[in-house]
């Protein structure tokens, strides 16, 4: 029998872009040696026809790790320095590596994982091979495409400003994130939150409270900004207060909608008991309203860090992320504009994170974080 | 303990009025166990409901314990065991079962013993630890029956307690549920869909017919208080049985 019919279809395909990229050599004009490109080759054709040996799962895993990894690190070595001069044998052969490394996730995710602490790892190995993966493409287009660095600096750029910036990132930070979000973000949720009891509790309230809240929520930010930077000065006072105006109506929409959740039947229960009204909010209306205020607190987590990035730009002292931003743009130092977006970026799936492992432990009871 | 006078329920839907309760003269006494009889649809969730305070009659009186049925929830004069567990998730069973004694503001050490009674007494010993949704759909039932026992209400009102149950678990919760009465002189009204189980339970049938919800046929049963399960072969129960069954047909067939 034909042994290609055998092969998994990415190691074909990495077969069939090897054999391209034979064609169209050399790699570089004048950046790679023979002996690298040699080996580029033949760790392409090892993980290409590494299947075929019905190798253990392990073992095959680290021939085909090796195999996609190996080849993009020369590679994208060789081109630095040489941008814009990449031929079809580069575009090839990268996409050969990314098959292996596609091959490699599909072996991983079909893997039995033999104990708990394997299982946890393979499930973190999967997606960071992927999230490494966007960034080695991202290198490999902008360097082999010579695609100018003050449209989109390559990941590699970035990540040596972030190293060399950190004082400065960390200042903008705990400006940005640590004074004007958390501020923000903690007492629009507590006024959201409040205001959505007491017109729960009030009805002429809701009646009065609820369209004022929908006008707030669509106050455009740009025209808010400035004016709490005339109420409360340049510093972070004024950015919280935005952060406040942003989060404060998907908080009290979401938690008004919370507070009808609980069911009919469950009300009665508490009725027959002579219960009051703050003993069903707290041991029945709050419980059930749980998963639509994590809901709103997911979405303000979200809301706050944009609202106090975009609110620096209108009047800020010498600090922060959206500070940072509008400057450097002035200035073209395009790379330290993405390094803050990549720290917002980070910070913005930490704070979401932390939120969504909070949510769970405390609405494990709700069908879908149980599962049933 | 329960005195019903021409009572009269119609519920305003949005394709027009609903008759669930037409003329409702009904006396229960204190100590009494009555059972509620009827096809589905003829108002004895909502004869229930306006007895627990959480229906409002149109028409006529309804007096419990003496007072209105607002005054007597006010008092917590009854434990209500709802057609469906209704438990917290988000609470054990027996957090669930601890709910009422932690609204009146019985002392944690006193809430402690008295769940743990209950659990026992309705076969849930060593689940108090797990959450509803870890149980069966019977046990929930049990749990929920549990809850309705736990503060120790004059009268119980059951919607349905056992519907859900298979046969031999409800055989053995009927006879506890009987010696749980004469033990403890409550009033109990309770309604099934069995008629042997309302003739084993009751002291009063009470046999409703539905469009509008009515009381067709209330019978004061003979049998003794003290039931062992096997007096379910007598002939009297049979007779009681069989009377019992006529007056579903014959409600049945107003109908026609
Ligand atoms: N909240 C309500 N609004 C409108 N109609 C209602 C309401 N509750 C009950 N009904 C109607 O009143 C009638 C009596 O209902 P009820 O629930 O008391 O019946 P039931 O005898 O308990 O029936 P089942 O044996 O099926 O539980 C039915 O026709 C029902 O549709
Ligand atoms: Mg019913």
């Not at chain 1, 290609?4 to 790679?32: C, E, F, K, N, R």
């Not at chain 1, 095959?60 to 001069?85: D, K, M, N, R, W």
């Not at chain 1, 935005?242 to 959740?261: D, E, H, K, Q």
């Not at chain 2, 869909?193 to 339970?201: D, F, G, K, N, R």
Request: aromatic fraction near 10%.
């Amino acid at each position: 029998m034909n042994p290609i019919a055998l092969l998994p279809w990415q190691s074909v395909a990495a077969l069939l872009a090897a054999i391209v990229a034979l064609a169209g050599l050399p790699i570089l004009p004048d950046g790679m040696a023979p002996a690298s490109t040699a080996l580029v080759f033949l760790l392409v054709l090892t993980g290409a026809l590494v299947p075929l040996l019905r190798l253990p799962t392990a073992t095959e895993s680290f021939v085909l790790f090796a195999a996609a990894h190996g080849p993009v690190y020369l590679l994208l070595s060789g081109i630095t320095g040489h941008e814009g001069q990449a031929g079809l044998a580069f575009f090839a052969l990268v996409a050969a590596s990314w098959l292996i490394a596609w091959r490699l996730v599909t072996v991983l995710s079909l893997a039995r994982p033999t104990s708990r602490p394997m299982g946890t790892l393979l499930r973190l190995v999967v997606p960071t091979l992927f999230g490494v993966w966007l960034l080695l493409l991202w290198e490999a287009i902008v360097r082999g495409a010579g695609i100018p660095f003050i449209l989109l600096p390559p990941p590699s750029l970035i990540g040596v400003r972030i190293a060399n910036s950190l004082p400065i990132l960390a200042a903008d930070v705990q400006q940005t994130i640590f004074k004007s979000v958390f501020a923000g973000y903690f007492m629009g949720c507590a006024a959201g939150f409040s205001v959505a009891i007491l017109a729960d509790r009030f009805v002429f309230l809701r009646r009065g409270l609820m369209p004022i809240g929908n006008m707030v929520s669509a106050l455009p930010i740009i025209g808010v900004a400035p004016i709490m930077v005339m109420w409360f000065g340049f510093d972070w006072p004024s950015k919280a207060a935005v952060v406040v105006i942003m989060t404060f109506f998907p908080m009290l929409v979401n938690t008004v909608a919370g507070l009808t959740a609980a069911g009919s039947m469950e009300r009665d229960l508490m009725r027959t008991y002579a219960a009051g009204y703050w003993q069903t909010l707290w041991k029945l209306r709050l419980p059930a309203a749980a998963p639509f205020i994590f809901n709103a607190l997911k979405i303000n987590s979200t809301l706050a860090l944009i609202g106090a990035i975009v609110a620096e730009f209108f009047g800020t002292p010498v600090v922060g992320m959206g500070f940072r931003i509008s400057t450097e743009v002035g200035r073209m130092n395009v790379d330290m504009v993405w390094a803050e977006i990549a720290v917002a970026a980070l910070a913005g799936s930490i704070f979401y994170g932390v939120l969504a492992l909070i949510e769970r432990a405390v609405t494990f009871w709700h069908p879908s974080v149980r599962g049933g | 303990m329960i005195s019903a006078k021409g009572l009269d329920l119609t519920f305003q839907t949005g394709d027009g009025p609903v008759h669930a309760l037409s003329n409702v003269d009904l006396e229960i006494g204190k100590g009494e166990f009555v059972s509620f009889i009827g096809p589905s649809g003829c108002g004895k969730t909502t004869f229930l409901r306006v007895i627990a305070d959480l229906e409002q009659p149109t028409g006529g009186a309804i007096t419990v314990n003496g007072m209105s049925p607002q005054e007597a929830r006010r008092r917590r004069a009854y434990g209500y065991v709802f057609q469906a567990a209704a438990l917290y998730p988000w609470r054990t069973i027996e957090k669930n079962v601890a709910l009422p004694l932690e609204i009146m503001g019985i002392s944690a050490a006193e809430q402690r013993e008295r769940v743990k009674r209950t659990l026992d007494l309705v076969n849930l010993t060593g689940f108090g630890k797990k959450f509803p949704w870890q149980l069966s759909g019977g046990m929930q039932q049990r749990a929920s029956i549990a809850r309705a026992l736990a503060f120790d209400a004059d009268l119980l009102l059951m919607d349905e307690p056992f519907g859900a149950l298979d046969e031999i678990v409800r055989d053995h919760l009927n006879e506890q549920l009987l010696e749980l009465w004469a033990r403890t002189n409550k009033t109990i009204c309770f309604v099934t869909h069995s008629i042997p189980e309302a003739v084993y339970l009751s002291t009063k049938i009470v046999v409703m017919s539905p469009r509008p919800g009515r009381v067709t046929d209330v019978i004061n049963s003979t049998l003794p208080k003290e039931r062992p399960l096997d007096i379910r072969e007598s002939t009297e129960f049979l007779a009681i049985a069989h009377r019992v069954r006529e007056g579903l047909r014959a409600g049945q067939s107003y109908e026609d």
